[in-house]
């Protein structure tokens, strides 16, 4: 479908703003300030966002906007946008978007030319790796892993020779049975795991799988709360030495040591492929040409 490009200036526009994954201070003056001043905030648990406007003392209209519904909430939004509203997307914790609602709506309304403007903050995902002490030059973030056992044990053998960081968030009832499958496909390799980030109890223990689910199986604390897992990359596999010769090359050496033709084309033969016979007429023309 082909939509029409309204003029930026008499839409509204959709601030797709970043609230706290914990500690209310990390909540960004421009954020206050965007919360304050839109016409809607479009927000994941109303109830929860509710009392983040409380403690802000902001008394602004939401809606509720969550996987069920983000199809269903598209044209009203865009008609809110229409109509020169802006409105506010937020998730319960964190970035919108980052294995929270929102690609739906963003996607579409991009597509069709409103205006979107992220407010950035939080995120449960650079917070962990910014601390974790893994490498972060190079990293993949693969959301939550599934929560059917075999399929959970597929994800991780496909990641298993990966190079880069991995990173994955997890539930605390799932944690337990994530580090059993890790201990199992992954085996000896350093995980780090951040729990409940920015809040009282914050916590990074990092070791094996089966030392890490050792250390919570021991004190059932540390199974609470919202989980970034981090995988330390496989080892770099040695590069394979590239051929620095060309046939020609192979065959004349062949031949300066003596090697006869017949015999010299078995040699290439086997180790560049191809039929004997070739080889020897190959064989036979550089030879005779000498």
């Not at 319960?92 to 929270?100: E, F, H, K, N, V």
């Not at 981090?230 to 031949?255: D, K, N, R, V």
Request: net charge negative.
């Amino acid at each position: 479908m082909t939509h029409v490009k309204l003029n930026a200036a008499s839409q509204g526009t959709l601030y797709v703003v970043a609230t706290p994954i914990g500690n209310l201070e990390d909540l960004s003056a421009r954020a206050v300030k965007v919360l304050g001043s839109v016409s809607v905030i479009a927000a994941e648990d109303t109830r929860h966002t509710g009392r983040l406007l409380a403690h802000l003392g902001i008394n602004v209209t939401m809606l509720s906007l969550h996987d069920h519904n983000e199809k269903q909430r598209l044209e009203q939004l865009d008609a809110y946008l229409l109509a020169g509203q802006s409105i506010a997307l937020v998730s319960d914790a964190g970035t919108p978007l980052i294995s929270d609602p929102g690609f739906t709506v963003v996607h579409e309304l991009r597509e069709r030319g409103r205006t979107i403007v992220p407010v950035p903050g939080a995120s449960a995902l650079i917070a962990a790796l910014s601390a974790g002490g893994v490498p972060t030059d190079r990293f993949t973030f693969g959301g939550f892993l599934p929560a059917k056992p075999t399929a959970r044990r597929q994800a991780l053998e496909t990641i298993k020779l990966r190079e880069e960081t991995q990173v994955f968030y997890e539930s605390p009832h799932r944690i337990m049975h994530t580090l059993s499958a890790m201990a199992e496909v992954l085996d000896q390799r350093r995980v780090v795991i951040a729990r409940e980030l920015t809040k009282t109890f914050e916590t990074f223990l990092s070791g094996s799988p089966g030392e890490l689910l050792s250390a919570i199986q021991s004190d059932p604390n540390q199974a609470r709360g919202e989980f970034v897992i981090m995988i330390e990359g496989a080892e770099a596999s040695e590069p394979q030495t590239a051929l620095a010769f060309s046939e020609e090359m192979l065959l004349e050496a062949l031949l300066a040591e003596g090697v006869g033709v017949k015999q010299g084309a078995a040699v290439a033969a086997r180790l560049l492929g191809g039929r004997k016979q070739n080889w020897y007429t190959k064989l036979q023309a550089i030879k005779s040409g000498d």
